[in-house]
């Protein structure tokens, strides 16, 4: 099956500092790929869908100047929490779906834990 | 708008006991409906997918069941073991996003 990479898997950094998370698509093209947060014991809500090559669409409430997304090629996407403060302390997961796939199925990354001091 | 429900939230059975998790939602339009699992502070593990024309899936000890028309799905676990305890996720798929229930944390005791 299509696997997705997400890098790192944890990372603790001091509030007013910005970190990245990298999510690749190993073995196949993902023209979209979608950023979730994920707060503990609740489930997932979506942020953001990136397209290849143009700007990501942010759901309501998510502020795009604080999770920036680039989706640069067709195998990564990146979004970065800028001026980190330790409410933005979460669990990060992406998922990119296979165009080619005829299912519409989104393939997850293990995900990132995000500890903001 | 979508909106996903999943009872109970949390569960608590005897091993080897047979269980049935729900999940119901709002909107039928769907291309497909799919079932995780998540173990704590883990990424999701994909257990069975069901395309909006199939009204079941089966894989192993786990079957889940499609009902568009009462908005419902059911993740069934036969013989449960303390290997299956996590918290499973229903999640929707409307063509451009997944909406997720809230999840059920399943607790499995020997």
């Known amino acids: 099956g299509a696997v997705v990479s997400q890098h790192p898997s944890w990372v603790i950094c001091k509030s007013g500092t910005s970190v990245k998370i990298e999510c690749r698509s190993l073995?196949?093209?993902?023209?979209?790929m979608f950023w979730y947060r994920q707060f503990p014991k609740q489930s997932l809500m979506l942020m953001a869908t990136s397209n290849e090559g143009s700007k990501a669409t942010y759901e309501q409430g998510v502020e795009k100047d604080k999770f920036l997304i680039n989706h640069a090629s067709l195998t990564l996407s990146t979004l970065t929490v800028t001026s980190a403060h330790p409410e933005d302390s979460s669990f990060y997961i992406c998922s990119a779906r296979d165009p080619q796939g005829s299912k519409n199925i989104q393939y997850f990354g293990a995900g990132t834990r995000l500890s903001v001091l | 708008k979508q909106e996903v429900t999943q009872i109970p939230a949390a569960l608590s059975v005897p091993e080897g006991e047979n269980l049935v998790l729900n999940c119901s939602f709002t909107d039928s339009a769907i291309y497909n409906l799919q079932w995780f699992r998540q173990d704590p502070g883990k990424g999701l593990t994909s257990l069975l997918l069901i395309q909006s024309s199939q009204r079941e899936q089966t894989s192993g000890r786990l079957n889940a069941s499609l009902d568009k028309s009462s908005g419902r799905s059911t993740l069934y676990i036969a013989a449960s073991q303390p290997g299956d305890s996590a918290t499973y996720l229903c999640?929707?798929?409307?063509?451009?996003?997944?909406?997720f229930g809230g999840g059920t944390r399943l607790m499995v005791k020997p």
């Open positions: 073995d196949f093209q993902a023209t979209t």
């Open positions: 999640a929707l798929n409307a063509g451009n996003m997944l909406t």
